[in-house]
């Protein structure tokens, strides 16, 4: 892979950026490989191949990149959203693994990378004919036209590939990278997003016990919740919460009780704390109901990507990547 790699340099510098920990799909809608007599992108319009580890067979599937990312966008980003969302998530998808690859962070000799949230989640054809029924020929050509109307687009920033982030829904704004992950990323900045209060998933409760609260933390509330503190982070979500003494980040909180989004407020009744959050998914990136609702109000998905990773441009990979299949 260190030969293959080099071969990028003439049009893409390998990525310099820490990776953070992207999973695109903490936060995503998931709903999977199209059928032999359906050419989503034939072996030549693809520079390389990905190869997915199976997680439920453990078996190695190689498919052309175009698609692989075809059956990310069918994985990770609702059918029903307009084309021009599915457009962003096609190009996120394609940036996310052409930097991966690029970047040679295979997950064995034999696999590029999983079919799970650690990476993108991938769905087989098998899987996205029992999941869509007689409604995938249809769902499936709605996602090739996007896809091949972004073919060979990637996003980058300064030449280089960018860490494309994305979740599920925002509490109206997205939050910077360094607020969650704890590293800076330029193009990975706070923006508002107004068009998620659409979303099914833009508020929501959880309600545990008291006595689960102070165990999971470690911490002696008993009925003085209200001397709580908390601060907050640009994108309006939870910095950290102080319990007299104690601190922790809202990411802390949001990850000990599975919470949908670390946007969230905590109130005390009786013997039982309600979180009520706004908001699903980690907030960097690009918000996919967000990208739905400018696509909705004519943005096409151009506009979409340069909202949500700023300064970032549109660009071509490179036909060297084809090298990738040589090695390994």
């Known amino acids: 892979m260190i030969a293959a790699c080099g071969l990028f340099v003439t049009i893409l510098i390998l990525p310099t950026v820490i990776v953070v920990p992207f999973t695109n799909s903490d936060d995503a809608e998931k709903v999977e490989e199209t059928p032999r007599t359906e050419q989503v992108a034939s072996v030549t319009e693809s520079p390389f191949s990905v190869k997915v580890l199976r997680s439920a067979t453990e078996q190695v599937e190689e498919v052309p990149l175009e698609t692989y990312v075809a059956r990310v966008v069918a994985s990770e980003m609702p059918v029903n959203f307009e084309v021009e969302a599915l457009k962003a998530q096609a190009l996120a998808a394609r940036t996310y693994i052409a ?77 910077n990278a ?62 950290e919460v102080h319990f007299g003494e104690q601190s922790f980040s809202g990411r802390e909180i949001r990850e000990k009780f599975a919470l949908p989004s670390s946007d969230f407020s905590i109130q005390q009744k009786g013997d039982h704390v309600i979180f009520t959050t706004k908001g699903y998914g980690h907030g960097v990136g690009m918000s996919q109901y967000g990208a739905n609702g400018m696509a909705k109000a004519g943005k096409g998905y151009k506009d979409i990507i340069h909202h949500y990773y700023q300064n970032t441009e549109i660009a071509p990979v490179s036909t060297q990547t084809a090298s990738l299949n040589t090695e390994g």
């Open 99 to 175: 930097q991966h690859m690029m970047g040679d962070q295979k997950v064995s000799a034999e696999a590029d990378v999983t079919d799970t949230v650690n990476h993108q989640v991938y769905k087989s054809e098998k899987e996205l004919r029992n999941l869509w029924k007689d409604a995938y020929e249809e769902n499936m050509s709605k996602i090739t036209e996007a896809v091949k109307a972004t073919q060979g687009e990637i996003i980058t920033y300064d030449h280089e590939p960018i860490t494309a982030a994305f979740f599920s829904t925002s509490n109206g704004y997205t939050e």
């Open 178 to 239: 360094g607020d969650y992950w704890e590293q800076d990323i330029p193009y990975l900045k706070s923006v508002e997003s107004p068009w998620d209060q659409d979303s099914p998933k833009f508020s929501d409760q959880k309600i545990i016990t008291l006595t689960e609260l102070e165990q999971t933390l470690g911490v002696s509330i008993g009925d003085n919740i209200q001397r709580m503190t908390m601060t907050k982070t640009e994108g309006n979500r939870v910095d």
